[in-house]
């Protein structure tokens, strides 16, 4: 068995590079984006770094290829670079699918082995070489379709939750302010991240520049008070406070009661997964139904994460692209996820708002 490094500035290139030393039927175990070497790689230029293992029976003095399976390699190559222009999430070890099918692709997009299966099962074999890289995008998106909350309406209360420094407060901003853009509508932002005077401040601040009404509460009283005052809906910016804090832990926790109350938990988009699991559990007491994930321009490989949301069965409602208020946010409609898993960033920017 011979397994080798390639590092090569693209996918492509990486992807001709095995072709040429391994012939079409080289097994890809692993790739990552990872700094250049040499002076590039301290000037922050970064490359793609792909294992790749020999077929059986490969020798240097045996003759490789034959013209036809190099033109279906070359054929596979073309419809997945597109999807992976620069940055390229892990290859798990082993594709369990046959090349050039629908499964293979995804995962060597960086989706995880699981979904990429389950994406491939409502595609008929027989159509999934012919897709297009936009077909390969739109068929990941109808299997995300029961995991994505789509345009839906607003709640009465729209209440954000997760740890500090997740996005909570900028999210809210984005949305407040692209619903006045589009709609002329006000929604009312209620800061009960009384805790920290900044974030109070930083939400006051995006109100008055979007023109909102604005709103502090330090208790379920304050909390309550506002919603009985205000005719639309409220969005509510939450502290990120350990469970252990009394009053975070009774706001969140009535909160989750109300029936007109949809509870959204931010997540960073390079969470890890196990970090995940306790972020989930630590505000379970909130009940979210609703998951923005937040930051994706900071992560190199979301699909782990997506595809754990996905096991939650909790619905994506948002998913944020930097820092810019309004225009780094977009509603989680299953194309704008697709989009996002396969890091295909302009289409996550210009997705539904």
């Given at each position: ?56 029976g ?18 596979i ?44 099962a ?27 909350a ?8 729209e ?64 909390i ?16 990120g406070?350990?469970?252990?804090d ?18 959204h938990?931010?997540v960073?988009?390079?969470?890890p997964?196990?970090?995940a ?20 321009d ?7 994460l997506?595809?754990?949301l ?33 890091r295909?960033?302009?289409?996550v ?5």
């Amino acid at each position: 068995m011979q397994v080798k490094e390639f590092r090569q500035p693209t996918v492509r290139e990486a992807f001709q590079a095995i072709r040429e030393e391994f012939g079409p039927h080289a097994l890809v175990l692993s790739s990552a984006l990872v700094s250049a070497r040499g002076w590039r790689g301290w000037v922050g230029q970064r490359e793609v770094r792909v294992t790749a293992q020999a077929p059986d029976g490969w020798s240097p003095d045996v003759e490789r290829r034959s013209a036809e399976p190099l033109r279906r390699s070359t054929d596979i190559i073309d419809d997945v670079s597109p999807l992976t222009p620069v940055a390229v999430p892990a290859v798990p070890p082993v594709i369990a699918a046959p090349s050039g099918s629908l499964a293979a692709r995804l995962v060597a997009a960086g989706i995880a082995p699981e979904l990429a299966q389950a994406a491939a099962a409502g595609v008929p074999a027989k159509r999934q070489r012919a897709l297009t890289a936009d077909g390969v995008r739109e068929a990941l998106a109808a299997h995300l379709t029961p995991f994505s909350a789509g345009s839906e309406a607003f709640a009465r209360v729209e209440v954000f939750i997760g740890p500090p420094g997740v996005g909570k407060t900028t999210t809210i901003a984005k949305i407040a302010a692209q619903e006045k853009a589009a709609r002329r509508r006000a929604l009312t932002v209620v800061a009960a991240d009384a805790f920290r005077a900044g974030a109070v401040e930083q939400l006051r601040t995006f109100a008055a520049i979007i023109g909102a009404p604005f709103r502090t509460a330090r208790s379920m009283a304050d909390i309550e008070q506002a919603i009985a005052a205000t005719r639309g809906t409220l969005l509510i910016d939450t502290a990120g406070r350990s469970p252990k804090d009394d009053d975070a832990h009774d706001i969140r926790r009535l909160l989750g009661r109300r029936a007109d109350v949809r509870t959204h938990l931010v997540v960073p988009a390079d969470t890890p997964v196990a970090s995940a699991k306790r972020i989930l559990a630590r505000f379970e007491d909130a009940q979210p139904d609703r998951v923005v994930v937040s930051r994706l321009d900071e992560a190199e490989t979301p699909s782990e994460l997506f595809a754990w949301l996905v096991s939650t069965g909790l619905p994506v409602s948002y998913v944020t692209n930097g820092q810019r208020v309004p225009e780094d946010l977009a509603r989680a409609t299953p194309t704008v996820l697709a989009a996002a898993m396969l890091r295909d960033e302009i289409a996550v920017a210009g997705g539904a708002r």
